[in-house]
C-alpha cells in the first residue's frame, strides 16, 4: 500500500513553480500579484508654521501704548500637507524578495490547478515549517513592512481631509457671518428710509449751494466799539 508523501509532493510543486518563474510569470499575474503587492506609498508630511513679527513704527514718539499692544500680538497659523504617492517595485524591493513572491504566486497558481483542495491546508502547513524546501520568511516580513506602510498612509489622508473639512468649515462661517452683517446693515438702513418723514425727505433735496450754514445765526456777533 502506497502513502502520499506531502514532503516528496511539495518539492516537486516548487521544482515546477520554479520553471513557471523561469519562463515568466504572464502579464497581467505579474502587473497584480507582484507589481502592485510591492508597491510602497511613500509619504510626506509638511508642517509649517508662521508667525509675524511686530511691525515697527516709524516714529517711535507718537505711538500710543494700545498701538504697540495690538503690533506685539503675534498671529500664528499653521498648515498641515499631506503627500502620498507609491514607489515601483523595482525602486524599492530588493530582488530576491520579487523572486520569492512571484515564486508564491506562481506555486498557487499550480495547487489551485492541479491539487485537490483537501491537500492545500497540509501543504501550506508544511511549506511554512522548517523542513519546508523555501524560506518565504524575508518575504512575509518585507510584506507586513508594506502593509505598516500602508496604514500609516491612510491614517495621513484621514488626517489631511479631517483639516480640510476644518477648514472648509471655518471659512463657510465666515462667509456666512458677513452676509449676515450686510444684511443687517441693509434693513437697518431700509429702516431708517422708512421711518424718515416726508418733510425731511424733501430737504434732503434741496440744493444748498451758497447758502449759509445755520449754525453761523448761532456764532456771537463782533464787538462794537
Given at each position: 500500500?502506497?502513502?502520499l508523501?506531502?514532503?516528496?509532493?511539495?518539492a516537486?510543486?516548487v521544482?515546477?513553480a520554479?520553471r513557471?518563474?523561469?519562463?515568466?510569470?504572464?502579464?497581467s499575474?505579474?502587473?497584480?500579484?507582484?507589481q502592485e503587492a510591492?508597491r510602497?506609498?511613500?509619504?510626506?508630511?509638511?508642517?509649517?508654521?508662521?508667525q509675524d513679527?511686530?511691525?515697527?513704527?516709524p516714529?517711535?514718539d507718537s505711538?500710543t501704548?494700545?498701538a504697540?499692544?495690538?503690533?506685539?500680538?503675534?498671529s500664528?497659523?499653521?498648515a498641515?500637507?499631506?503627500?502620498t504617492?507609491?514607489?515601483?517595485?523595482s525602486?524599492?524591493?530588493?530582488d530576491?524578495i520579487?523572486t520569492?513572491?512571484?515564486?508564491r504566486?506562481?506555486?498557487?497558481m499550480?495547487?489551485s490547478?492541479?491539487i485537490?483542495s483537501?491537500?492545500h491546508?497540509?501543504?501550506?502547513?508544511?511549506?511554512?515549517?522548517?523542513?519546508s524546501?523555501?524560506?518565504?520568511?524575508?518575504?512575509?516580513a518585507h510584506?507586513?513592512h508594506?502593509?505598516?506602510?500602508k496604514?500609516?498612509a491612510q491614517a495621513?489622508?484621514s488626517l489631511?481631509?479631517?483639516?480640510?473639512?476644518?477648514?472648509?468649515?471655518v471659512?463657510?462661517?465666515?462667509?456666512?457671518?458677513?452676509?449676515a452683517?450686510?444684511?443687517?446693515?441693509?434693513e437697518?438702513e431700509?429702516?431708517?428710509?422708512?421711518?424718515?418723514?416726508?418733510?425731511?425727505?424733501q430737504?434732503g433735496?434741496?440744493?444748498?449751494?451758497?447758502?449759509m450754514?445755520?449754525s453761523?445765526?448761532f456764532?456771537?456777533?463782533p464787538a462794537?466799539?
Open positions: 500500500m502506497f502513502r508523501s506531502n514532503d516528496k509532493l511539495l516537486e510543486l521544482t515546477k520554479q513557471v518563474v523561469a519562463n515568466g510569470l504572464p502579464a499575474i505579474e502587473t497584480h500579484f507582484v510591492l510602497i506609498p511613500m509619504m510626506a508630511v509638511q508642517r509649517s508654521e508662521s513679527e511686530p511691525t515697527p513704527t516714529d517711535a505711538s501704548p494700545s504697540a499692544i495690538e503690533q506685539s500680538q503675534p500664528q497659523s499653521s498641515v500637507t499631506e503627500a504617492s507609491l514607489a515601483s517595485a525602486q524599492s524591493t530588493p530576491s520579487t520569492l513572491l512571484r515564486l504566486t506562481a506555486l498557487n499550480v495547487l490547478n492541479y485537490p483537501a491537500l491546508t497540509p501543504l501550506n502547513t508544511l511549506l511554512k515549517s522548517s523542513s524546501p523555501v524560506d518565504f520568511a524575508p518575504l512575509d510584506l507586513d508594506i502593509a505598516d506602510a496604514r500609516r495621513l489622508r489631511s481631509d479631517n483639516i480640510s473639512r476644518k477648514r472648509s468649515t471659512n463657510d462661517e465666515e462667509a456666512e457671518e458677513r452676509e452683517t450686510k444684511r443687517r446693515k441693509k437697518e431700509e429702516a431708517k428710509k422708512k421711518n424718515m418723514s416726508r418733510g425731511v425727505k430737504l433735496k434741496v440744493n444748498t449751494t451758497g447758502m450754514k445755520l453761523s445765526f456764532t456771537k456777533a462794537k466799539k
